[in-house]
Protein backbone atom coordinates (compact mmCIF):
# COMPACT_ATOMS: atom_id res chain seq x y z
CA UNK A 1 0.00 0.00 0.00
CA UNK A 2 1.41 3.07 -0.86
CA UNK A 3 2.11 5.63 2.19
CA UNK A 4 3.79 9.13 2.70
CA UNK A 5 4.95 9.75 5.93
CA UNK A 6 5.53 13.17 7.58
CA UNK A 7 7.57 13.60 10.86
CA UNK A 8 9.28 16.04 12.64
CA UNK A 9 6.89 18.03 13.56
CA UNK A 10 5.79 19.63 17.46
CA UNK A 11 6.28 22.64 19.74
CA UNK A 12 8.56 25.37 19.38
CA UNK A 13 8.73 28.78 20.46
CA UNK A 14 8.55 31.62 17.87
CA UNK A 15 11.76 32.31 15.92
CA UNK A 16 12.26 28.44 15.73
CA UNK A 17 13.56 26.24 13.26
CA UNK A 18 12.24 23.12 12.07
CA UNK A 19 12.41 20.90 9.26
CA UNK A 20 9.68 18.39 8.34
CA UNK A 21 10.34 15.17 6.25
CA UNK A 22 8.01 13.33 4.12
CA UNK A 23 9.01 9.22 3.53
CA UNK A 24 7.55 6.64 1.17
CA UNK A 25 6.68 3.17 1.65
CA UNK A 26 6.81 0.98 -0.90
CA UNK A 27 7.44 3.18 -3.86
CA UNK A 28 9.83 5.61 -4.67
CA UNK A 29 9.64 9.04 -4.79
CA UNK A 30 12.08 9.98 -7.70
CA UNK A 31 8.97 9.77 -9.82
CA UNK A 32 6.80 12.20 -7.94
CA UNK A 33 6.52 15.49 -7.66
CA UNK A 34 5.89 16.58 -3.73
CA UNK A 35 4.00 19.44 -2.56
CA UNK A 36 3.50 20.59 1.43
CA UNK A 37 0.20 21.46 2.59
CA UNK A 38 -1.10 22.83 5.85
CA UNK A 39 -4.17 23.68 7.28
CA UNK A 40 -4.65 25.93 10.52
CA UNK A 41 -7.95 25.25 12.90
CA UNK A 42 -11.14 26.92 11.13
CA UNK A 43 -8.93 28.10 7.55
CA UNK A 44 -8.75 26.87 4.26
CA UNK A 45 -5.87 24.21 3.47
CA UNK A 46 -2.96 25.98 1.99
CA UNK A 47 -0.43 25.58 -0.53
CA UNK A 48 3.20 26.00 0.93
CA UNK A 49 5.82 24.20 -1.64
CA UNK A 50 6.04 21.70 -4.12
CA UNK A 51 9.23 20.15 -6.30
CA UNK A 52 9.35 18.15 -9.30
CA UNK A 53 10.61 14.85 -9.83
CA UNK A 54 13.66 14.22 -12.18
CA UNK A 55 14.29 18.50 -12.40
CA UNK A 56 13.44 19.48 -8.67
CA UNK A 57 12.21 22.49 -10.05
CA UNK A 58 10.05 23.87 -7.20
CA UNK A 59 7.29 26.16 -6.86
CA UNK A 60 6.80 27.99 -3.70
CA UNK A 61 4.13 30.38 -2.07
CA UNK A 62 4.93 33.93 -2.55
CA UNK A 63 4.46 34.97 1.37
CA UNK A 64 6.44 31.60 2.40
CA UNK A 65 9.22 32.07 0.53
CA UNK A 66 12.59 32.56 2.27
CA UNK A 67 11.52 31.57 5.31
CA UNK A 68 10.47 28.26 4.08
CA UNK A 69 12.49 25.49 1.72
CA UNK A 70 11.74 22.53 -0.02
CA UNK A 71 14.48 20.01 -0.94
CA UNK A 72 14.50 16.31 -1.66
CA UNK A 73 17.33 13.71 -0.62
CA UNK A 74 16.82 11.31 -3.43
CA UNK A 75 19.15 8.23 -1.47
CA UNK A 76 16.77 8.75 1.68
CA UNK A 77 13.54 8.65 -0.38
CA UNK A 78 12.79 11.47 1.44
CA UNK A 79 11.49 15.43 0.78
CA UNK A 80 12.19 18.29 3.45
CA UNK A 81 10.39 21.22 4.53
CA UNK A 82 12.45 23.44 5.99
CA UNK A 83 11.29 26.20 8.03
CA UNK A 84 12.87 29.18 9.90
CA UNK A 85 12.12 32.65 11.59
CA UNK A 86 8.54 30.51 12.76
CA UNK A 87 5.80 32.38 14.28
CA UNK A 88 2.50 31.67 16.18
CA UNK A 89 0.44 31.94 12.46
CA UNK A 90 2.56 29.46 11.26
CA UNK A 91 0.66 26.63 13.68
CA UNK A 92 -1.37 24.18 11.31
CA UNK A 93 -0.69 20.67 10.32
CA UNK A 94 1.15 20.27 7.54
CA UNK A 95 0.60 17.68 5.00
CA UNK A 96 2.87 16.25 2.01
CA UNK A 97 1.42 15.23 -0.73
CA UNK A 98 2.27 13.42 -4.26
CA UNK A 99 1.17 13.29 -7.99
CA UNK A 100 3.04 11.87 -10.58
CA UNK A 101 6.22 13.50 -12.24
CA UNK A 102 5.56 17.73 -12.04
CA UNK A 103 4.42 19.88 -9.78
CA UNK A 104 2.54 22.42 -12.77
CA UNK A 105 1.56 25.98 -12.14
CA UNK A 106 -1.67 25.07 -10.48
CA UNK A 107 0.36 23.07 -7.69
CA UNK A 108 -1.73 24.93 -5.05
CA UNK A 109 -4.89 23.59 -6.82
CA UNK A 110 -4.45 20.17 -9.02
CA UNK A 111 -5.38 16.75 -7.17
CA UNK A 112 -3.16 15.19 -5.57
CA UNK A 113 -2.61 11.03 -5.71
CA UNK A 114 -1.39 10.35 -2.48
CA UNK A 115 -1.38 11.94 1.10
CA UNK A 116 0.02 12.01 4.36
CA UNK A 117 -1.48 11.64 7.40
CA UNK A 118 0.24 15.12 8.42
CA UNK A 119 2.11 16.50 11.44
CA UNK A 120 1.36 19.05 13.67
CA UNK A 121 3.64 22.04 14.22
CA UNK A 122 2.77 24.41 17.02
CA UNK A 123 4.60 27.73 17.38
CA UNK A 124 3.91 29.13 20.93
CA UNK A 125 5.66 30.77 24.17
Known amino acids: QVQLVESGGGLVQPGSSLRLSCAAS????????IGWFRQAPGKEREGISC????????YYTNSLQGRFSISRDKAKNTVYLQMNSLTPEDTAVYYC??????????????????WGQGTQVTVSS
Open 97 to 114: AGVALRCTDSWKTRKYNY
Open 26 to 33: EFTLDFYA
Open 51 to 58: INSIDDTT
